[in-house]
């Protein structure tokens, strides 16, 4: 199964999907993390160090090729293949692919498009792919995220992270992409602006999963450089999370 969260930069993507691994790597699937954000700080949410993305594969496959180092008749994409299987960390609790960017102004189409590659190959190794994507409506158009099973959509409170998420909803319906399941996660939200803001969701004509308050705890650890994945299970947020992932989990 595949879960992918999108959105307006910064309300809370990577906070989200972090939550979700750590949520669902204790029920003992399979999990794979996908960082598809090239300004992307998914490890450091999930506290994993990487050292090669798959930007960084493609380039030295590259460069292999131009010097001739890649012996006449080899497919490229076994090559590939096999190395992006290298660039995956394994945890004890779930692996992450950090997709990354080009060297310099390369175009980061090509890393989208093996994104989409990947997706449709490495997912049968896993139970659940969560995939904590690039801000904005792109991973739609260029069609990444088009076999995911479930669509996350957060927003903060803010007009803008409302009507990004109404976009990415109406985008998909024009594109023909049918999520089993679209969500819209409201995070950081006051608690005296729920009524309001709950209000202004259903205006976004998406279904709401789920309600995160602005949660003291996050932007403590967010400051002090601690994985999210140590938030305390009680906490409010991750219970909240919780419950949305089983919402998800319906649509497997
Ligand atoms: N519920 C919350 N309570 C308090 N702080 C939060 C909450 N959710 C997210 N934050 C903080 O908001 C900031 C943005 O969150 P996050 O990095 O998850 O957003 P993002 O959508 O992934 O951003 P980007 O588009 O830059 O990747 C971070 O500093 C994070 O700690
Ligand atoms: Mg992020």
Same mark, same amino acid.
């Given at each position: 199964?595949?879960?992918?969260? =999108?959105?307006?930069?910064?309300?809370?993507?990577?906070?989200?999907?972090?939550?979700?691994?750590?949520?669902?790597?204790?029920?003992?699937?399979?999990?794979?993390?996908?960082?598809?954000?090239?300004?992307?700080?998914?490890?450091?949410?999930?506290?994993?160090?990487?050292?090669?993305?798959?930007?960084?594969?493609?380039?030295?496959?590259?460069?292999?090729?131009? =010097?001739?180092?890649?012996?006449?008749?080899?497919?490229?994409?076994?090559?590939?293949?096999?190395?992006?299987?290298?660039?995956?960390?394994?945890?004890?609790?779930?692996?992450?692919?950090?997709?990354?960017?080009?060297?310099?102004?390369?175009?980061?189409?090509?890393?989208?498009?093996?994104?989409?590659?990947?997706?449709?190959?490495?997912?049968?190794?896993?139970?659940?792919?969560?995939?904590?994507?690039?801000?904005?409506?792109?991973?739609?158009?260029?069609?990444?995220?088009?076999?995911?099973?479930?669509?996350?959509?957060?927003?903060?409170?803010?007009?803008?992270?409302?009507?990004?998420?109404?976009?990415?909803?109406?985008?998909?319906?024009?594109?023909?992409?049918?999520?089993?399941?679209?969500?819209?996660?409201?995070?950081?939200?006051?608690?005296?602006?729920?009524?309001?803001?709950?209000?202004?969701?259903?205006?976004?004509?998406?279904?709401?999963?789920?309600?995160?308050?602005?949660?003291?705890?996050? =932007?403590?650890?967010?400051?002090?450089?601690?994985?999210?994945?140590?938030?305390?299970?009680?906490?409010?947020?991750?219970?909240?999370?919780?419950?949305?992932?089983?919402?998800?989990?319906?649509?497997?």
């Amino acid at each position: 199964m595949i879960i992918a969260v =999108s959105g307006k930069g910064g309300t809370g993507k990577t906070m989200f999907s972090s939550a979700m691994v750590k949520i669902l790597a204790k029920t003992g699937k399979d999990i794979l993390a996908i960082d598809a954000d090239p300004d992307s700080n998914f490890p450091e949410a999930l506290g994993v160090d990487v050292d090669k993305t798959v930007g960084d594969v493609r380039e030295e496959l590259k460069k292999d090729t131009a =010097s001739g180092n890649i012996p006449a008749g080899t497919n490229k994409w076994d090559i590939l293949d096999y190395k992006i299987m290298e660039s995956v960390v394994e945890t004890p609790d779930f692996d992450l692919l950090v997709m990354g960017r080009p060297e310099g102004s390369g175009c980061y189409c090509a890393v989208n498009n093996m994104l989409r590659k990947i997706i449709e190959t490495i997912s049968f190794n896993y139970d659940i792919i969560i995939i904590d994507t690039e801000a904005g409506l792109e991973h739609l158009s260029r069609r990444t995220t088009q076999n995911v099973d479930v669509m996350m959509v957060v927003t903060d409170p803010s007009h803008r992270g409302m009507l990004t998420a109404q976009r990415i909803g109406e985008l998909a319906k024009e594109l023909d992409i049918n999520f089993k399941k679209l969500f819209l996660v409201l995070n950081r939200i006051k608690y005296e602006d729920e009524a309001l803001i709950r209000q202004k969701a259903t205006e976004t004509g998406l279904e709401l999963g789920g309600l995160i308050y602005e949660d003291p705890l996050i =932007s403590k650890f967010d400051r002090e450089g601690i994985s999210l994945i140590e938030l305390p299970d009680d906490s409010d947020s991750i219970k909240e999370v919780a419950n949305i992932v089983k919402k998800a989990l319906k649509f497997q």
